[in-house]
């Protein structure tokens, strides 16, 4: 134990010394260790790092027992915030807006989102279900205009549309449906609400982009050149609203002990917490009945006191004025009501918010008639099922195509956001048409280069991946309906940087680490008119893992929760 502290204690002092040198504008390339002695009890700073996690709620439950609330373990977590370039931090930002645009209008054009979507419904039974209810509230006709759309600025835009376009939805999100239940069944609820007519054109769309700071060498200088690269879109089940504002201000203490500058230059405000609590009063308030409620549509899952710290929050914001009311999907066909002016009822209130913070399948009916029973009804949904479809990785590879992204943003006053947009794109491509002599190439390419690809499949939500000599195979191995359900990306050569890895029940590990930088905002919207009441950007969440770790989610893959150190 006690030589493991004093090779941490050396860690410590690199990290400083690393870190000092990036807060006066030094470079990577710079970094010597030096053996000056830093008074720092590093024992102490470890201890005192995971009390502050466990009283700020930085915690999960435990999996053993992750349906009670007797025992919780705290998040791991980086000591120190990581390093990442400050020009690609504000252009994550900054395209935040237009994205959320886009996929707003994506989701309002259904037969797009069929079109596209189906190669996955075919095999995924969830998105098929979700077609299923989309169909029917298209049909119906919309009932409540308004949406929220929570994500980031130019990408907030992108996605307001995408998501408004059902049409486009539907036609490229086939192929994966044909392989993915889940898929499938998504496909159907929109198709059915598409049918019916949608009775809530007010949406919001809230959002968060995943990007990676991609290195390359600049051929004549050797030195380094960064790229903003988008990793995947998350629209619904969102998760670090409430662990990213305490981790930066844990990273704030640990910054301070180490003698290091805590200043928001340095290290930005982080308020997403605060932002999806706006974006839940602001859609309330927009459904105009002060005695409506807001449903928390989630099961009971480990990291169920992150729900309970937004529910809280949201009492003390609107000074208990709202009403919360939490229950899994299955159980809303059970105990709620659906008038014939489709009002949703919990007794004798209206539902005035939908808001789902777990989506676990609808392979079960009353899951399926619990959603089908939300999405015919007025509430505002956040997110829609056509918000959920258009946030599939099949619509992302899709969008990445000549001519898509246009598709959404047609006037030529929209040019410099459209290359906003597109700037940021990894290759992408889509593998339903095995046929295709392009499709053949880039498969053959990937089964003879794997470490220059990752192999995605289309559902939402990360993990899952198929990394190095396991491309090959499952590309050979695959059926047409599975292909269809996956894309290939372009892998990504992150940029590196030393820190400190604190997890439960585990020896703390220096390590050089990769981040993955999650950037949020909100939408608010009209479908019917394609209108936008609000769409901004605010917060932004961490994830790192080690430079040699594949997935890096923080429930299932080697993740830790971070924030950026801005260089």
């Not at 499952?474 to 059926?479: A, D, G, P, Q, V």
Request: glycine share 6%; net charge negative; with cysteine.
């Amino acid at each position: 134990m006690l030589s493991n502290l004093l090779n941490l204690a050396i860690c410590v002092e690199f990290f400083v010394l690393f870190a000092a040198k990036f807060l006066t504008n030094g470079s990577p390339t710079e970094i010597d260790h030096k053996s000056e002695t830093l008074d720092v009890n590093i024992e102490a700073m470890v201890e005192d790092a995971i009390n502050w996690a466990h009283i700020h709620g930085l915690v999960i439950r435990t999996k053993e027992m992750n349906l009670k609330n007797d025992i919780a373990m705290f998040l791991p977590f980086a000591l120190f915030p990581t390093p990442f370039p400050r020009e690609k931090f504000d252009e994550a930002r900054a395209v935040q807006t237009a994205m959320q645009l886009l996929y707003f209008r994506v989701a309002s054009d259904f037969e797009f989102l069929r079109e596209h979507i189906q190669s996955v419904a075919a095999s995924e039974d969830c998105i098929r279900r979700l077609l299923e209810i989309s169909q029917i509230v298209h049909d119906e006709g919309i009932k409540q205009p308004l949406t929220v759309v929570v994500m980031r600025s130019a990408m907030q835009l992108l996605y307001f549309r995408v998501a408004s376009d059902f049409e486009f939805l539907r036609e490229h999100i086939q192929s994966v449906a044909a392989s993915e239940d889940c898929i499938r069944r998504l496909l159907e609820i929109s198709q059915i609400v598409h049918d019916e007519g949608i009775k809530q054109p007010l949406t919001v769309v809230v959002m968060r982009s995943d990007y990676m700071c991609d290195v390359e060498k600049n051929e004549h200088t050797g030195e380094p050149v960064y790229g903003l690269k988008q990793i995947e879109v998350n629209i619904g089940q969102i998760g670090g609203f409430f662990n990213a504002p305490c981790i930066t201000n844990l990273h704030r203490r640990t910054m301070a002990h180490a003698g290091l500058d805590t200043s928001n230059v340095f290290m930005p405000i982080n308020e997403p917490d605060a932002m999806v609590v706006d974006a839940l009063i602001m859609a309330w308030k927009a459904f105009g009945d002060k005695d409506a409620i807001v449903l928390i549509v989630a099961n009971k899952l480990y990291q169920t006191f992150q729900n309970y710290k937004m529910n809280y929050l949201l009492e003390k914001v609107s000074k208990n004025k709202i009403k919360i009311v939490q229950m899994p999907v299955a159980e809303v066909g059970e105990i709620m009501t659906l008038d014939d002016d489709f009002s949703l009822r919990f007794g004798t209130q209206k539902v005035a918010v939908a808001f789902y913070r777990s989506q676990t399948g609808l392979n079960d009916s009353k899951r399926f008639a619990g959603q089908l029973m939300i999405e015919r009804s007025t509430a505002i949904k956040i997110p829609s099922a056509t918000q959920i479809l258009s946030a599939q990785k099949k619509i992302q590879q899709v969008l990445a195509l000549p001519g898509m992204v246009e598709r959404f943003f047609p006037s030529s006053n929209e040019a410099d956001t459209v290359a906003t947009i597109r700037k940021t794109f990894a290759g992408l491509w889509g593998l339903d048409n095995p046929e295709d002599e392009a499709t053949k190439s880039i498969i053959q390419n990937a089964i003879d280069h794997p470490d220059k690809y990752v192999l995605k499949p289309c559902r939402e939500g990360g993990g899952n991946n198929f990394f190095s000599e396991k491309i090959p195979e499952k590309l050979r191995k695959f059926s047409r309906a599975e292909l269809g359900a996956h894309i290939l990306m372009q892998k990504v050569t992150p940029f590196a940087a030393p820190n400190i890895l604190v997890r439960p029940l585990q020896d703390v590990q220096f390590e050089n680490v990769v981040s993955e930088l999650g950037i949020f905002g909100f939408l608010l919207g009209n479908v019917h008119t394609k209108s936008v009441q609000h769409n901004v950007q605010r917060g932004h969440y961490t994830r790192s893992k080690s430079q040699e770790a594949q997935e890096g989610g923080i429930y299932g893959g080697e993740g830790v929760v971070d924030s950026p150190l801005l260089f």
